[in-house]
C-alpha cells in the first residue's frame, strides 16, 4: 500500500475535511481540521516507528514487541477515542503481520 493510498484511508478512517463534530453534529472549524490532521500525522509517525523498531531491531524480543504494539493501541485510542475501528482496520493488520513474519508467530 503507497502512501497516497494510506493518506487516503486515515483520511476517511480518523477523519475527513467535511466530517461532523460528533458533539453538536456541526461541521469541523479550521483549526479543528487542522488539529485532527496534525494528529493523524503524528499516529502515522509512531506506527511507522514502530514497525519498523520490529522490523529491524535483532535484539528485540517478541514480548518486547508486543508491549510496544499494545503501547501503540493505546496511543491510538487516547489520540481519536471514537477512532478504535478505524485503527482496527488500518493499523492492526499491518501490525499483526509483522509481528507474525518477525517472529513466525501463528
Same mark, same amino acid.
Given at each position: 500500500m503507497g502512501s497516497m493510498d494510506l493518506n487516503a484511508d486515515l483520511q476517511s478512517g480518523l477523519g475527513s475535511p467535511d466530517r461532523l463534530? #460528533? +458533539?453538536d453534529g456541526q461541521?469541523? #472549524?479550521p483549526e479543528e !481540521?487542522? +488539529?485532527e490532521s496534525r494528529k493523524i500525522r503524528r499516529l502515522q509517525m509512531v506506527?511507522?516507528?514502530v514497525t519498523?523498531?520490529?522490523?529491524?531491531?535483532?535484539?528485540?524480543g517478541v514480548e518486547e514487541a508486543a508491549e510496544m504494539v499494545a503501547d501503540t493501541r493505546r496511543v491510538a485510542r487516547t489520540m481519536f477515542p471514537d477512532k478504535e475501528l478505524a485503527f482496527n482496520l488500518i493499523f492492526w493488520p499491518? !501490525?499483526?503481520r509483522l509481528m507474525r513474519e518477525?517472529?513466525?508467530?501463528q
Open positions: 463534530d #460528533s +458533539e461541521p469541523q #472549524s !481540521l487542522q +488539529e506506527v511507522n516507528m519498523q523498531c520490529i522490523a529491524q531491531d535483532p535484539t528485540l499491518r !501490525l499483526q518477525r517472529y513466525r508467530m
